[in-house]
């Protein structure tokens, strides 16, 4: 299949677009290829303030207080280059075999987020500007596989790899363009053909993506939440109703897709939020003809250290992240996560279960955790 051979769908027009205040680049990442483009892209989009740094120290991110800090941080693109210890692709069960970072740092500003407590210092945005580099590691570890829930499912993806572990690539894709290149190498079979790219993403900016010759080589998952729960809790991302229309127009273009619910919480009225959900996730996707869409579910969990940096951020905030109501997890190496207790988890695993196999029967549940 190529673009030029199919009636691609009108691209939606996206509901937000990040606009960073300021750009730096520092001395290593001026030199690279890739730069050009990010900055043609920052250019394009108005971005007035773009320094080329004398050396490769990223400063001036911090402002007098933390809320200042913050607020610096997430409106600034570090474009800078991914060391050594970067470029090796991790192991990253469930969601796929590989990571891969095009970029550490989101703009976005989810009450809840993933990368709280896993990142350290103010959360900039940083575009790693020696692409070849990272995207080599698809070449080095095809065909090494490490994921095993949902094998019988996915394993005509080839060896996988995520784009979306310490990012939204698709919300800082218009001013970088990795994203884009990505698809298109392993469209073009440039890291051999058993290779598959995935991401997820809140964003809804997809018209780069629908002309692009992907060769169902990238599957695209929106993260979905249930309504009311998204549009409180999703500062900066663009509303539901555009990540899901984006959904459908990937979906038309023949890209492989899903949903990542994410996360999901246990609260009251949450059977119709997810049910209102579900709704409108088979709405948008009605009609798709060669529709290849996978569910993967994840429940709200948070870590003393997450729930810190979270309630810094958003001191405010009406999340729920309350001790005495979770269960202790602890990992293979002593770290301690909070999550529903067994009795919710196992209510709510069976509500997804067979409501997603009502009304999206042919959508695989890759995980739930
Ligand atoms: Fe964090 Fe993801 Fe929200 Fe970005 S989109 S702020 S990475 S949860």
Same mark, same amino acid.
């Given at each position: 299949?190529?673009?030029?051979?199919?009636?691609?769908?009108?691209?939606?027009?996206?509901?937000?677009?990040?606009?960073?205040?300021?750009?730096?680049?520092?001395?290593?990442?001026?030199?690279?290829?890739?730069?050009?483009?990010?900055?043609?892209?920052?250019?394009?989009?108005?971005?007035?303030?773009?320094?080329?740094?004398?050396?490769?120290?990223?400063?001036?991110?911090?402002?007098?207080?933390?809320?200042?800090?913050?607020?610096?941080?997430?409106?600034?693109?570090?474009?800078?280059?991914?060391?050594?210890?970067?470029?090796?692709?991790?192991?990253?069960?469930?969601?796929?075999?590989?990571?891969?970072?095009?970029?550490?740092?989101?703009?976005?500003?989810?009450?809840?987020?993933?990368?709280?407590?896993?990142?350290?210092?103010?959360?900039?945005?940083?575009?790693?500007?020696?692409?070849?580099?990272?995207?080599?590691?698809?070449?080095?570890?095809?065909?090494? $596989?490490?994921?095993?829930?949902?094998?019988?499912?996915?394993?005509?993806?080839?060896?996988?790899?995520?784009?979306?572990?310490?990012?939204?690539?698709?919300?800082?894709?218009?001013?970088?363009?990795?994203?884009?290149?990505?698809?298109?190498?392993?469209?073009?079979?440039?890291? $051999?053909?058993?290779?598959?790219?995935?991401?997820?993403?809140?964003?809804?900016?997809?018209?780069?993506?629908?002309?692009?010759?992907?060769?169902?080589?990238?599957?695209?998952?929106?993260?979905?939440?249930?309504?009311?729960?998204?549009?409180?809790?999703?500062? $900066?991302?663009?509303?539901?109703? $555009?990540?899901?229309?984006?959904?459908?127009?990937?979906?038309?273009?023949?890209?492989?897709?899903?949903?990542?619910?994410?996360?999901?919480?246990?609260?009251?009225?949450?059977?119709?939020?997810?049910?209102?959900?579900?709704?409108?996730?088979?709405?948008?996707?009605?009609?798709?003809?060669?529709?290849?869409?996978?569910?993967?579910?994840?429940?709200?969990?948070?870590?003393?250290?997450?729930?810190?940096?979270?309630?810094?951020?958003?001191?405010?905030?009406?999340?729920?992240?309350?001790?005495?109501?979770?269960?202790?997890?602890?990992?293979?190496?002593?770290?301690?996560?909070?999550?529903?207790?067994?009795?919710?988890?196992?209510?709510?695993?069976?509500?997804?279960?067979?409501?997603?196999?009502?009304?999206?029967?042919?959508?695989?549940?890759?995980?739930?955790?």
């Amino acid at each position: 299949m190529t673009a030029a051979l199919i009636d691609l769908p009108t691209a939606p027009t996206p509901t937000r677009l990040w606009m960073p205040k300021r750009v730096l680049v520092t001395r290593a990442a001026a030199e690279q290829p890739h730069t050009a483009e990010i900055l043609r892209r920052c250019e394009a989009a108005g971005v007035e303030d773009i320094t080329l740094l004398a050396n490769d120290r990223l400063t001036g991110l911090r402002g007098e207080t933390e809320r200042e800090t913050y607020a610096r941080a997430k409106t600034t693109l570090a474009v800078v280059v991914a060391p050594p210890s970067a470029l090796k692709p991790q192991p990253i069960p469930p969601s796929a075999d590989w990571r891969i970072d095009l970029a550490k740092g989101c703009p976005a500003h989810c009450q809840y987020c993933y990368l709280a407590g896993s990142l350290s210092g103010p959360p900039v945005t940083r575009v790693y500007a020696n692409l070849d580099a990272v995207l080599d590691g698809i070449r080095t570890h095809a065909g090494q $596989g490490t994921v095993t829930s949902g094998t019988a499912e996915r394993g005509h993806e080839g060896t996988t790899f995520e784009l979306s572990c310490y990012t939204d690539p698709l919300g800082i894709e218009h001013v970088t363009g990795s994203l884009a290149e990505a698809v298109r190498r392993v469209g073009a079979g440039v890291y $051999g053909d058993g290779v598959s790219l995935r991401f997820t993403t809140k964003f809804d900016d997809v018209a780069d993506l629908l002309a692009l010759d992907h060769q169902r080589r990238t599957r695209v998952r929106f993260s979905v939440n249930a309504p009311d729960l998204a549009r409180r809790f999703d500062g $900066g991302t663009a509303p539901l109703a $555009g990540r899901l229309a984006a959904l459908r127009a990937l979906a038309l273009a023949g890209y492989r897709v899903g949903l990542t619910i994410a996360p999901v919480m246990a609260y009251p009225g949450w059977r119709e939020g997810y049910g209102d959900l579900l709704d409108q996730v088979t709405a948008a996707l009605d009609g798709v003809p060669g529709l290849d869409l996978t569910t993967e579910i994840i429940t709200h969990r948070f870590t003393p250290a997450s729930k810190d940096v979270l309630l810094g951020w958003y001191p405010h905030t009406k999340l729920e992240m309350d001790e005495d109501a979770r269960t202790q997890k602890r990992s293979k190496f002593g770290g301690v996560k909070y999550v529903y207790p067994r009795a919710t988890m196992s209510e709510m695993r069976s509500w997804f279960s067979a409501e997603l196999a009502a009304r999206l029967p042919d959508a695989p549940l890759l995980y739930w955790t």
